[in-house]
């Protein structure tokens, strides 16, 4: 049984550049939602997609959207990169209001 | 004020003893839920244990239990005879009612010694 699967697991990108992160659901699992993990902090909620539609948001700038894909699978796209963004991005899946959350692997982006 | 309080930045800890990272939260939702989660240097966000609100007992998982002190708002892990493996930043984090997403402290790195 596949666990939750991110790509790719390191990135390097020029500030103004745009990037698409992607995650994979563990198998049976309808919910994602998206974690930013800067160094030395724990991780701070992005958003969660279910359904196709995202459900909840957290404070990030409108750079940073999303989308679900009816196999459930995500993508996290940010917009016009700062370098500020550099940082681990983190896929969790779940069932809708079950309570484990599972995450992958991450992504690190590194903003030059 | 922060919701998830982690007051341990670094432990270490000779291998095989019992091991207690400190964790409080803030809330005023009466239904909430607790997780630990384990991140070692590879980056994955590991789930180790889960606590309810409601849920009488306090939550064991192998070797992790959570000692939950409701009125405290106190959710320490405690993890017991502790092997090099452990060593790794721990989280507490906290997810509120119908709300969805988990808020997390800024954890715990524990060093175990041989």
């Known amino acids: 049984d596949a666990g939750v699967t991110q790509s790719p697991t390191h990135l390097i990108k020029t500030r103004g550049q745009q990037v698409t992160l992607r995650c994979s659901p563990k198998s049976g699992h309808d919910t994602v939602s998206w974690y930013q993990q800067a160094l030395g902090q724990g991780p701070q909620f992005i958003f969660q997609?279910?359904?196709?539609?995202?459900?909840q948001r957290g404070n990030f700038p409108d750079r940073f959207s999303g989308h679900q894909f009816p196999n459930y699978s995500s993508e996290l796209n940010v917009n016009a990169l700062l370098l500020g963004d550099s940082a681990l991005y983190l896929c969790?899946?779940?069932?809708?209001?079950?309570?484990?959350?599972?995450f992958g692997q991450g992504t690190r982006l590194t903003v030059v | 004020a922060q919701k998830i309080t982690q007051t341990q930045p670094g432990m270490f800890v000779q291998e095989k003893e019992a091991v207690t990272l400190d964790c409080t939260y803030d809330?005023?939702?009466?239904?909430?839920?607790l997780f630990w989660y384990k991140q070692p240097s590879s980056g994955e966000m590991i789930f180790l244990i889960y606590?309810?609100?409601?849920?009488?007992q306090n939550a064991t998982e192998g070797r992790y239990s959570l000692n939950f002190q409701k009125a405290r708002k106190s959710a320490n892990l405690v993890i017991s005879a502790s092997h090099l493996g452990d060593s790794a930043m721990y989280f507490c984090?906290?997810?509120?009612?119908?709300?969805?997403?988990?808020?997390f402290g800024k954890g715990t790195r524990l060093h175990i010694l041989p």
């Open positions: 984090a906290m997810r509120e009612g119908r709300d969805d997403k988990i808020i």
């Open positions: 969790a899946s779940s069932l809708v209001r079950i309570r484990e959350a599972f």
């Open positions: 997609y279910y359904e196709e539609e995202e459900r």
């Open positions: 606590q309810g609100s409601y849920d009488q």
């Open positions: 809330t005023s939702d009466p239904s909430y839920g």
